[in-house]
T-cell receptor
Framework: GESVGLHLPTLSVQEGDNSIINCAYSNSASDYFIWYKQESGKGPQFIID?????DKRQGQRVTVLLNKTVKHLSLQIAATQPGDSAVYFCAENSGGYQKVTFGTGTKLQVIP | NAGVMQNPRHLVRRRGQEARLRCSPMKGHSHVYWYRQLPEEGLKFMVYLQKENIIDESGMPKERFSAEFPKEGPSILRIQQVVRGDSAAYFC??????????????FGPGTRLTVT
């Protein structure tokens, strides 16, 4: 079936550098995308979302880019901090209501 | 405003026993979702409920699993006759209906079920 997946399972970055986490999706009907952060032992935490009529959205230190042509989504974290260490999930919605489908996840490790 | 609450946080059951997982949504939220997460994997949708109604249970195993969200009280995910393969983290999320807005779901801390 349709799925959302990630290119890199683990990403290590130096503190202060920028991080880019990628996600590929296969459901062309998806019209809404979300990035979640999950710290060890905790539930996912909403970071940022983007609708399919946009190709970029910025938040505080984070930017989400959407390329519908190649069905690719990325999360950019500026000036990565140790507190950013977590697993990041992209998720997509195409159900017309609030059901989302999660990707596998990328573990971000920040090196002090 | 308290967040989504789940209890217990950790639950150990022997094979064949029943597991009951509880979720209290955020105040004012009338939509509840249950997800299951295996180690090193993403969250898999199980069921979506509104008060007294199951809206979508397409991710729920056909047997042994059931969910409810009564008019009063928390949402309950019930697993009968648990097997080792049921061992996972179960997350609950809640949201409000917001037209033309984000589908932001607020997640609870999860219940980690271990079947021995």
């Amino acid at each position: 079936g349709e799925s959302v997946g990630l290119h890199l399972p683990t990403l290590s970055v130096q503190e202060g550098d920028n991080s880019i986490i990628n996600c590929a999706y296969s459901n062309s009907a998806s019209d809404y995308f979300i990035w979640y952060k999950q710290e060890s032992g905790k539930g996912p935490q909403f970071i940022i979302d983007i609708r399919s009529n946009m190709d970029k959205r910025q938040g505080q230190r984070v930017t989400v880019l959407l390329n519908k042509t190649v069905k690719h989504l990325s999360l950019q974290i500026a000036a990565t901090q140790p507190g950013d260490s977590a697993v990041y999930f992209c998720a997509e919605n195409s159900g017309g209501y609030q059901k989302v489908t999660f990707g596998t996840g990328t573990k971000l490790q920040v090196i002090p | 405003n308290a967040g989504v609450m789940q209890n217990p946080r950790h639950l150990v059951r022997r094979r064949g026993q029943e597991a009951r997982l509880r979720c209290s949504p955020m105040k004012g939220h009338s939509h509840v979702y249950w997800y299951r997460q295996l180690p090193e994997e993403g969250l898999k949708f199980m069921v979506y409920l509104q008060k007294e109604n199951i809206i979508d249970e397409s991710g729920m195993p056909k047997e042994r699993f059931s969910a409810e969200f009564p008019k009063e009280g928390p949402s309950i995910l019930r697993i009968q006759q648990v097997v080792r393969g049921d061992s996972a983290a179960y997350f609950c999320a809640s949201s409000q209906i917001q037209v033309l807005s984000s589908y932001e779901q607020y997640f609870g801390p999860g219940t980690r079920l271990t079947v021995t």
